[in-house]
C-alpha cells in the first residue's frame, strides 16, 4: 500500500500546478492590519468605558466583549460578516468575533430544520471544539499547578 | 492603560499567526482556534499571557487564546480556594460572558433573520 499508483500521482501533478497559489503574504497583511485594528477599537471602547462611565478594568473588558458579540450577531444575520471574512480571513477569525459568528450563524442557517433540532443542536458545531478543547486543556494545567504546588 | 501601539502589535501578531495555520499548514479554522486556545491556557499556567494582557489589553484580550487563559485563570482561583473540587465550580467564571453573549446574541438573531441561501 505503500506506493502510490501512477494515474494517483500523475493526478497530483495536475492539481499541484493548476490550483491557484495562495496569496499568502498579503493574506498575512490583511489579517494582521485587520486583527490589528480591531484589538485597537476594543481598547479605546474599554478606555472610555473605564473614562466616562466609571466602569473598573474587569467589568470594562467584558462589556465590551459583549458589544462585540452583539454585533458580530447583526452583522452575521445581515450576511455582511461572511463578505468581510473572506477579505481579511483570520483577522476576524482569531479574535473572538470568529467564536460568535460560528454560534450565530449556525443557530441562523439551522433554523430550517427547526429551533430545537436545528438551531440548538447544531449552535455549538464549531464553537464546542473550542469549549472542549479550552475547558480539558485548562484542567490539566490547573491540575497540575496544583500538584506542583504552584496555585 | 496599555499603549494603543502595543494593542495593535500583540493583536495583529496573534491573527496573523492564525493566519499561518490557515495558508502554510492548511488547518481548518476548528483546528487553528483549538490550538490557539490550548496555547492560551498552558501560556496562562506558567504566568506569562496574564502578562500579554497586562501589557497589550484587548490585544491579548480579543484573540481566541485569551479564552484559554481565561479558563485556566479561573480554574487556578477555584483551586486556591478549594483544592481539587474548586476547578470545576469556577472553570467556566469568566469567560460566561462570552459564551452566553454569543448564544443569547445569536439566538436573538436567529428570531429575525432569515437563512441565507
Redesign the interface.
Known amino acids: 500500500m505503500s506506493k502510490k499508483p501512477k494515474v494517483q500521482l500523475w493526478y497530483k501533478n495536475i492539481l499541484d500546478e493548476k490550483t491557484p497559489k495562495?496569496p499568502?503574504l498579503s493574506?498575512?497583511i490583511?489579517?494582521?492590519?485587520?486583527?490589528?485594528?480591531?484589538?485597537?477599537v476594543?481598547?479605546?471602547v474599554?478606555?472610555l468605558l473605564?473614562g466616562y462611565l466609571a466602569f473598573d478594568q474587569k467589568e470594562a473588558?467584558?462589556v465590551?466583549?459583549?458589544l462585540?458579540?452583539?454585533a458580530?450577531?447583526?452583522l452575521?444575520?445581515?450576511?455582511h460578516y461572511d463578505k468581510l471574512a473572506q477579505i481579511v480571513?483570520?483577522?476576524l477569525?482569531?479574535?473572538?468575533t470568529?467564536?460568535?459568528n460560528?454560534?450565530?450563524s449556525?443557530?441562523?442557517?439551522?433554523?430550517?430544520e427547526g429551533?430545537v433540532l436545528g438551531?440548538g443542536c447544531n449552535?455549538f458545531k464549531?464553537?464546542g471544539?473550542?469549549?472542549v478543547?479550552?475547558?480539558v486543556?485548562?484542567?490539566f494545567?490547573?491540575?497540575?499547578?496544583?500538584l506542583l504546588g504552584v496555585? | 492603560?496599555?499603549q494603543?501601539l502595543m494593542?495593535?502589535?500583540?493583536?495583529?501578531?496573534?491573527?496573523?499567526?492564525?493566519?499561518?495555520?490557515?495558508?502554510?499548514w492548511n488547518l481548518t479554522?476548528?483546528h487553528?482556534?483549538?490550538v490557539?486556545?490550548?496555547a492560551g491556557?498552558?501560556l496562562?499556567?506558567l504566568g506569562i499571557y496574564p502578562l500579554l494582557v497586562d501589557w497589550?489589553?484587548?490585544?491579548a484580550?480579543?484573540?481566541?487564546s485569551?479564552?484559554?487563559n481565561s479558563?485556566?485563570e479561573s480554574?487556578?482561583s477555584?483551586?486556591?480556594e478549594n483544592?481539587?473540587w474548586g476547578?470545576f465550580n469556577n472553570?467556566?467564571k469568566t469567560?460566561s460572558?462570552?459564551?452566553s453573549?454569543?448564544?443569547i446574541?445569536?439566538?436573538?438573531?436567529?428570531l429575525?433573520?432569515?437563512?441565507?441561501s
Open positions: 495562495k499568502i493574506n498575512c490583511k489579517a494582521f492590519v485587520f486583527g490589528g485594528l480591531l484589538c485597537v476594543l481598547q479605546l474599554q478606555n473605564v473588558a467584558s465590551s466583549l459583549v462585540l458579540i452583539a458580530t450577531a447583526l452575521t444575520g445581515l450576511g480571513g483570520a483577522g477569525a482569531v479574535p473572538i470568529g467564536f460568535a460560528s454560534v450565530a449556525a443557530l441562523i442557517e439551522y433554523r430550517s429551533y438551531s449552535s464549531l464553537a471544539a473550542v469549549v478543547f479550552g475547558v486543556s485548562a484542567f494545567v490547573a491540575l497540575i499547578s496544583l496555585v | 492603560m496599555p494603543l494593542v495593535f502589535v500583540v493583536g495583529g501578531v496573534i491573527c496573523l499567526i492564525g493566519q499561518l495555520m490557515f495558508d502554510i479554522p476548528a487553528t482556534m483549538c490557539l486556545v490550548v491556557a498552558v496562562g499556567g497589550a489589553g484587548a490585544g484580550s480579543l484573540p481566541i485569551s479564552f484559554g479558563l485556566v480554574a487556578l477555584g483551586a486556591r483544592g481539587f476547578i472553570l467556566l469567560t460572558a462570552g459564551i453573549a454569543a448564544i446574541w445569536g439566538f436573538i438573531a436567529a429575525f433573520f432569515k437563512p441565507k
